[in-house]
C-alpha cells in the first residue's frame, strides 16, 4: 500500500435533539480539528474542514500549519454541523497556498472534497472537463477529481432521497476513472448526515462508533473517540452516516472490511504504534520509493518531471553535472553519481554545498548543477545553487518540501513525495533521494538518447520491484535489531563498501554517530591497505556491504578478500549480502541478506538494515532517536 503523506478525517454523528452535544455524537468541527491535530504530522502544508450546513457546504482553509486555520476559524466561526471533512497537506500538485489547499468545494458550493495522493491521469481529464466549459481555480489534481465527482453526481438520476446513495454511485464511478494511488471523501449538501470515500494504493480506516462513524487516513485521526476499526480493502468505497458503514468495490458489489480493536494510545497512534518516528519512518520506506516513482511518466510511457522549466535543447548540451549537498544527501549524491555517468555518460561531481563557492569552480552555461535537499530550506545548498545561477548553470532541485525556497529557485524540481519527515536523522527522504535521482538519470538518458527506451523500461520496471523488496528486508529486522541490543556498550564501528556500496557505508556510519553517539567511520574498501586497516584491533566490529556476485564486473570477490584481511586481525565482520551468496558466510560472525537486485539499484536495499542498526543500538543505549542531541532537521543558516 502506498501511503501518502496527507492527514485525512471524516465525520457523521448524530444530531442532538436540543442543540448541543450528545453523548452519542459530537460537533462535526470538534472532532475534526482534532482528529487534524493528531495527523498533522503527516502534513503541515495547509489544512482545511468543511461540514454540511443548512443551504450547502461550510468551509474554512488557510495555508501554512494548523495554528493558520485554528486563527482562521476563531475569527469566522462555522455554523454547529454533525458531518464534516477535515484535511491536513503534504503538497504534490500545487504549491503549499490558500487556494491549493483542501477541501475543494464545486458545483455551486454543494459538494466538498479531499484527497491524498496522486491521480496520474488528471491532465487528460482536466482537458476533458475544460472543454466541457468546467472551470478551476487551483493548481491542484484533487480538484479535477472534485470536478469529476460532481459532474457524474449531476448526471444521475435524483430519487429524492437524501441517504447518500446518489452521491455514493457517483464516487465508484469516478473511481473508475482515476488513475494513480488515492484516498477521496466527500460531503454534499443533499446527503447532510453522509460522507463517501474511495481508497486505491492509499491509506483509509473507518472508526466505528456509538451513533457516530469516523474516516481517517490512519487511527490517529479518531483514536480519542473509538478504538473500533475497519481496515478497509484495496479499490474500495465506503459511505458512512451515524449509523451505518456500507462498503463496496468500486462496482458497487457488496464488500467487508476488516474489523480490528486498536491497542495504542493516542501518543503511539501518530506515529502508527511504533515507538519512535524514526522506526515509523524506516517502515515508511516502501511507500516513500513508490510514492516517488508514481506519476512520472506521460501518456506514451515516457519519462517525465514534476516542473521541468528546462528546454530540452539545453539539456542536451550539457557537458557537465554537480551535485550539490549536505550530510545524508551528499552520500545521496554518491549513489547517483555512479547511476548519473553510468546511463548518460555526463562527468559528474558531487560537492559539499557548504566547500562549493570557496573554491572557485569551473561552471558555465554547459553545467547542470542538483541539489538535494530533504526541506528545500538548506541555506549551504540554496548559498551555491544562487551562485552558480549567476555563473549561468542550470539548476535542478531534488526536493521533498513542496513550495520551499530551493526548487523555487531553481530551474526545475524533481518532488520526492516521501512525506514528512519527523525524526531529526534522515532515512525515508534519503532512499527517496536516491530514488529521484536515478529518475533524473533516466530522464537525461532518454533526452540524450544514450539508453533505448527498452533499456529505461527495464530500469523501471527494476525500480518498480523495489518497494516490495524494502518490505521484505523490513519484515525480517528481528535479526540486526538483537545484534544491535547485543552491542550497546560499543565504542567503534567501521563500515566497508565499494563501488555503491561505498557511500552506503559513509551513510551507515553516520547514521550511528547521529544516533548512538559513538565513533564510526565509512571506508572504501579498497582503501583499507593505504591505511585504515591500522585501526583494526581484537574485537572490532567492521560491518561490509557486499556487491553481488552476479555480474561481469562483480567488485565480490575484491570485498570478500577484503573481510578476509580484516577478519585475519581480529575483526567482528558484520555482513550485508545479497539472498544466495553462501560464500560470505565463512568469513563473517553475522550475515544479513537483502534480496537481489541489480548493482546501480543495490543502495536501496543496503541501506535498511543499517539504518534499523543504528536506531536500535541508540534505543538500547535510551537516547532519543527521533530528537539527537546539538542536532536541528533543516541547518538554515551557513
Same mark, same amino acid.
Given at each position: 500500500?502506498?501511503?501518502?503523506?496527507?492527514?485525512?478525517?471524516?465525520?457523521?454523528?448524530?444530531?442532538?435533539?436540543?442543540?448541543?452535544?450528545?453523548?452519542?455524537?459530537?460537533?462535526?468541527?470538534?472532532?475534526?480539528?482534532?482528529?487534524?491535530?493528531?495527523?498533522?504530522?503527516?502534513?503541515?502544508?495547509?489544512?482545511?474542514?468543511?461540514?454540511?450546513?443548512?443551504?450547502?457546504?461550510?468551509?474554512?482553509?488557510?495555508?501554512?500549519?494548523?495554528?493558520?486555520?485554528?486563527?482562521?476559524?476563531?475569527?469566522?466561526?462555522?455554523?454547529?454541523?454533525?458531518?464534516?471533512?477535515?484535511?491536513?497537506?503534504?503538497?504534490?500538485?500545487?504549491?503549499?497556498?490558500?487556494?491549493?489547499?483542501?477541501?475543494?468545494?464545486?458545483?455551486?458550493?454543494?459538494?466538498?472534497?479531499?484527497?491524498?495522493?496522486?491521480?496520474?491521469?488528471?491532465?487528460?481529464?482536466?482537458?476533458?472537463?475544460?472543454?466541457?466549459?468546467?472551470?478551476?481555480?487551483?493548481?491542484?489534481?484533487?480538484?479535477?477529481?472534485?470536478?469529476?465527482?460532481?459532474?457524474?453526481?449531476?448526471?444521475?438520476?435524483?430519487?429524492?432521497?437524501? +441517504?447518500?446513495?446518489?452521491?455514493?454511485? @457517483?464516487?465508484? #464511478?469516478?473511481?473508475?476513472? !482515476? %488513475? &494513480?494511488?488515492? =484516498? *477521496?471523501?466527500?460531503?454534499?449538501?443533499?446527503?447532510?448526515?453522509?460522507?463517501?470515500?474511495?481508497?486505491?494504493?492509499?491509506?483509509?480506516?473507518?472508526?466505528?462508533?456509538?451513533?457516530?462513524?469516523?474516516?481517517?487516513?490512519?487511527?490517529?485521526?479518531?483514536?480519542?473517540?473509538?478504538?473500533?476499526?475497519?481496515?478497509?480493502?484495496?479499490?474500495?468505497?465506503?459511505?458512512?452516516?451515524?449509523?451505518?458503514?456500507?462498503?463496496?468495490?468500486?462496482?458497487?458489489?457488496?464488500?467487508?472490511?476488516?474489523?480490528?480493536?486498536?491497542?495504542?494510545?493516542?501518543?503511539?497512534?501518530?506515529?502508527?504504534?511504533?515507538?519512535?518516528?524514526?522506526?515509523?519512518?524506516?517502515? +515508511?520506506?516502501?511507500?516513500?520509493?513508490? @510514492?516517488?516513482? #508514481?506519476?512520472?511518466?506521460? !501518456? %506514451? &510511457?515516457?519519462? =517525465? *518531471?514534476?516542473?521541468?522549466?528546462?528546454?530540452?535543447?539545453?539539456?542536451?548540451?550539457?557537458?557537465?553535472?554537480?551535485?550539490?549537498?549536505?550530510?545524508?544527501?551528499?552520500?545521496?549524491?554518491?549513489?547517483?553519481?555512479?547511476?548519473?555517468?553510468?546511463?548518460?555518460?555526463?562527468?559528474?561531481?558531487?560537492?559539499?554545498?557548504?566547500?562549493?563557492?570557496?573554491?572557485?569552480?569551473?561552471?558555465?552555461?554547459?553545467?547542470?548543477?542538483?541539489?538535494?535537499?530533504?526541506?528545500?530550506?538548506?541555506?549551504?545548498?540554496?548559498?551555491?545553487?544562487?551562485?552558480?545561477?549567476?555563473?549561468?548553470?542550470?539548476?535542478?532541485?531534488?526536493?521533498?518540501?513542496?513550495?520551499?525556497?530551493?526548487?523555487?529557485?531553481?530551474? @526545475?524540481?524533481?518532488?520526492?513525495?516521501?512525506?514528512? %519527515?519527523?525524526?531529526?536523522?534522515?532515512?525515508?527522504?534519503?532512499?527517496?533521494?536516491?530514488?529521484?535521482?536515478?529518475?533524473?538519470?533516466?530522464?537525461?538518458?532518454?533526452?540524450?538518447?544514450?539508453?533505448?527506451?527498452?533499456?529505461?523500461?527495464?530500469?523501471?520496471?527494476?525500480?518498480?520491484?523495489?518497494?516490495?523488496?524494502?518490505?521484505?528486508?523490513?519484515?525480517?529486522?528481528?535479526?540486526?535489531?538483537?545484534?544491535?541490543?547485543?552491542?550497546?556498550?560499543?565504542?567503534?564501528?567501521?563500515?566497508?563498501?565499494?563501488?555503491?556500496?561505498?557511500?552506503?557505508?559513509?551513510?551507515?556510519?553516520?547514521?550511528?554517530?547521529?544516533?548512538?553517539?559513538?565513533?564510526?567511520?565509512?571506508?572504501?574498501?579498497?582503501?583499507?591497505?593505504?591505511?585504515?586497516?591500522?585501526?583494526?584491533?581484537?574485537?572490532?566490529?567492521?560491518?561490509?556491504?557486499?556487491?553481488?556476485?552476479?555480474?561481469?564486473?562483480?567488485?565480490?570477490?575484491?570485498?570478500?578478500?577484503?573481510?578476509?584481511?580484516?577478519?585475519?586481525?581480529?575483526?567482528?565482520?558484520?555482513?550485508?549480502?545479497?539472498?544466495?551468496?553462501?560464500?560470505?558466510?565463512?568469513?563473517?560472525?553475522?550475515?544479513?541478506?537483502?534480496?537481489?537486485?541489480?548493482?546501480?539499484?543495490?543502495?536501496?536495499?543496503?541501506?535498511?538494515?543499517?539504518?534499523?542498526?543504528?536506531?536500535?543500538?541508540?534505543?538500547?543505549?535510551?537516547?532519543?532517536?527521533?530528537?539527537?542531541?546539538?542536532?536541528?532537521?533543516?541547518?538554515?543558516?551557513?
Amino acid at each position: 500500500m502506498i501511503g501518502f503523506m496527507c492527514g485525512i478525517v471524516g465525520y457523521a454523528g448524530t444530531a442532538p435533539a436540543n442543540g448541543t452535544s450528545t453523548p452519542a455524537g459530537h460537533q462535526a468541527l470538534d472532532v475534526l480539528m482534532e482528529g487534524l491535530r493528531r495527523l498533522e504530522y503527516r502534513g503541515y502544508d495547509s489544512a482545511g474542514v468543511a461540514v454540511v450546513a443548512e443551504g450547502g457546504i461550510a468551509m474554512r482553509k488557510k495555508a501554512g500549519k494548523l495554528a493558520n486555520l485554528t486563527a482562521e476559524l476563531a475569527q469566522r466561526p462555522l455554523p454547529d454541523s454533525m458531518t464534516g471533512i477535515g484535511h491536513t497537506r503534504w503538497a504534490t500538485h500545487g504549491g503549499p497556498t490558500d487556494k491549493n489547499a483542501h477541501p475543494h468545494v464545486v458545483d455551486g458550493g454543494k459538494l466538498a472534497v479531499i484527497h491524498n495522493g496522486i491521480i496520474e491521469n488528471y491532465a487528460p481529464l482536466k482537458a476533458e472537463l475544460l472543454q466541457q466549459d468546467h472551470t478551476f481555480v487551483s493548481d491542484t489534481d484533487t480538484e479535477v477529481a472534485a470536478v469529476l465527482l460532481g459532474d457524474i453526481y449531476r448526471s444521475l438520476p435524483d430519487d429524492g432521497s437524501a +441517504d447518500g446513495a446518489r452521491l455514493t454511485r @457517483a464516487m465508484q #464511478l469516478a473511481a473508475q476513472r !482515476l %488513475e &494513480g494511488a488515492f =484516498t *477521496l471523501l466527500a460531503a454534499h449538501a443533499d446527503h447532510p448526515g453522509t460522507v463517501v470515500a474511495s481508497r486505491r494504493n492509499s491509506p483509509l480506516v473507518v472508526g466505528l462508533g456509538d451513533g457516530e462513524n469516523f474516516l481517517g487516513s490512519d487511527v490517529s485521526g479518531f483514536i480519542d473517540y473509538t478504538r473500533r476499526a475497519v481496515e478497509l480493502g484495496q479499490d474500495q468505497v465506503v459511505t458512512i452516516t451515524a449509523d451505518t458503514v456500507a462498503i463496496t468495490d468500486f462496482f458497487g458489489a457488496p464488500a467487508e472490511g476488516k474489523e480490528y480493536l486498536v491497542d495504542w494510545d493516542a501518543a503511539a497512534a501518530e506515529k502508527d504504534g511504533f515507538p519512535s518516528f524514526m522506526e515509523k519512518e524506516i517502515h +515508511d520506506q516502501p511507500e516513500a520509493v513508490a @510514492a516517488t516513482l #508514481l506519476g512520472r511518466s506521460d !501518456l %506514451e &510511457g515516457k519519462l =517525465t *518531471l514534476d516542473e521541468m522549466r528546462i528546454d530540452a535543447d539545453v539539456l542536451k548540451t550539457i557537458n557537465k553535472i554537480i551535485v550539490l549537498a549536505c550530510g545524508t544527501s551528499a552520500y545521496a549524491g554518491q549513489v547517483a553519481k555512479y547511476a548519473i555517468e553510468h546511463w548518460c555518460r555526463i562527468p559528474t561531481e558531487v560537492e559539499l554545498s557548504h566547500e562549493f563557492r570557496y573554491r572557485d569552480p569551473i561552471v558555465d552555461d554547459k553545467t547542470l548543477i542538483v541539489s538535494l535537499s530533504q526541506s528545500g530550506e538548506t541555506m549551504d545548498t540554496l548559498m551555491a545553487v544562487r551562485y552558480a545561477r549567476e555563473q549561468g548553470a542550470k539548476t535542478i532541485a531534488i526536493c521533498n518540501t513542496n513550495g520551499s525556497t530551493i526548487p523555487r529557485e531553481s530551474d @526545475a524540481v524533481l518532488y520526492t513525495h516521501a512525506g514528512p %519527515e519527523i525524526a531529526v536523522a534522515s532515512t525515508k527522504a534519503f532512499l527517496a533521494q536516491i530514488t529521484a535521482a536515478y529518475l533524473l538519470g533516466l530522464y537525461l538518458a532518454q533526452l540524450r538518447g544514450n539508453l533505448f527506451q527498452g533499456q529505461i523500461k527495464d530500469v523501471l520496471a527494476d525500480l518498480a520491484k523495489v518497494p516490495a523488496k524494502i518490505a521484505q528486508v523490513l519484515a525480517n529486522d528481528g535479526q540486526i535489531k538483537e545484534l544491535a541490543r547485543s552491542m550497546a556498550d560499543t565504542r567503534s564501528v567501521l563500515f566497508l563498501g565499494r563501488h555503491v556500496g561505498f557511500p552506503v557505508a559513509m551513510e551507515g556510519a553516520l547514521k550511528l554517530k547521529e544516533l548512538a553517539y559513538i565513533h564510526a567511520e565509512g571506508f572504501a574498501a579498497g582503501e583499507l591497505k593505504h591505511g585504515p586497516i591500522a585501526l583494526i584491533e581484537e574485537g572490532q566490529p567492521v560491518i561490509v556491504v557486499v556487491p553481488s556476485p552476479r555480474g561481469r564486473d562483480s567488485l565480490h570477490a575484491k570485498v570478500v578478500s577484503n573481510i578476509q584481511e580484516v577478519r585475519a586481525r581480529g575483526a567482528k565482520t558484520i555482513v550485508i549480502a545479497e539472498e544466495g551468496d553462501e560464500s560470505v558466510r565463512a568469513h563473517a560472525e553475522h550475515v544479513f541478506y537483502i534480496p537481489e537486485t541489480t548493482a546501480l539499484l543495490a543502495p536501496l536495499l543496503t541501506t535498511v538494515p543499517l539504518q534499523i542498526f543504528a536506531c536500535e543500538l541508540a534505543t538500547a543505549k535510551g537516547y532519543d532517536v527521533d530528537q539527537p542531541r546539538n542536532l536541528a532537521k533543516s541547518v538554515t543558516v551557513e
